[in-house]
């Protein structure tokens, strides 16, 4: 019952299942040697962040099946953007093409699939999560604290990786689906 309630449809064949458990063992490997690299270490965990704001998509799946593209944005000042944009450049996910959006700090994320909110929107983050209230957006911060105070996906580093928890209930309340395989390498975060 949990991989369905997450988006993972249980009847799907076996090999389909464990491609995408490589997939995302895959993405989290590429993540984590890029991360290790001596010289250009923060530059390098903006590539990884990148990777895994565009791997995120794959794996979460929003209530409308639009054939609009899939906005990621980023809120605020960050040294995000550029490396997102080489990311994804033309690249789609199911079906959809990526687009990257940059929102100033003080501007609404609304119409976002995903919204990075930046280390420099820490203190708006309560009206960034209220504005965005029933929204379907898969919110991603990089502070400590970001998924206990009600974002979705949170960045984490330790020893030198990139990691991320996910708030369950939070990606509940946004009406998103998780699959079982992304939560699996998450360190899972209840209200």
């Excluded at 962040?49 to 565009?54: D, E, S, V």
């Excluded at 609404?108 to 929107?121: D, N, Q, R, V």
């Excluded at 965005?132 to 030198?160: C, D, H, M, R």
Aim: charged share 25%; with cysteine.
């Amino acid at each position: 019952m949990r991989d369905r309630v997450h988006g993972l449809n249980p009847a799907r064949s076996t090999r389909s299942a464990v491609g995408g458990v490589f997939l995302a063992f895959g993405f989290l490997a590429v993540g984590q040697a890029l991360t290790r690299s001596a010289n250009a270490q923060e530059l390098n965990a903006y590539q990884v962040k990148a990777a895994f704001l565009y791997n995120f998509a794959k794996f979460v799946e929003w209530p409308e099946e639009a054939n609009d593209p899939l906005d990621i944005c980023t809120v605020g000042d960050e040294p995000l953007g550029r490396a997102l944009e080489q990311t994804v450049k033309g690249k789609t996910v199911k079906g959809h093409p990526v687009e990257i959006k940059r929102i100033k700090s003080g501007g609404t994320a609304l119409g976002c699939k995903i919204a990075f909110i930046a280390s420099s929107e820490r203190g708006q983050a309560r009206s960034i999560f209220a504005s965005l209230q029933g929204a379907n957006t898969l919110t991603v911060g990089e502070w400590p604290e970001f998924a206990k105070e009600g974002g979705i996906v949170s960045f984490t580093l330790e020893n030198n990786q990139v990691h991320f928890e996910i708030n369950v209930d939070a990606a509940e309340r946004a009406h998103l689906k998780i699959s079982s395989r992304l939560l699996s390498l998450a360190k899972i975060i209840k209200d």
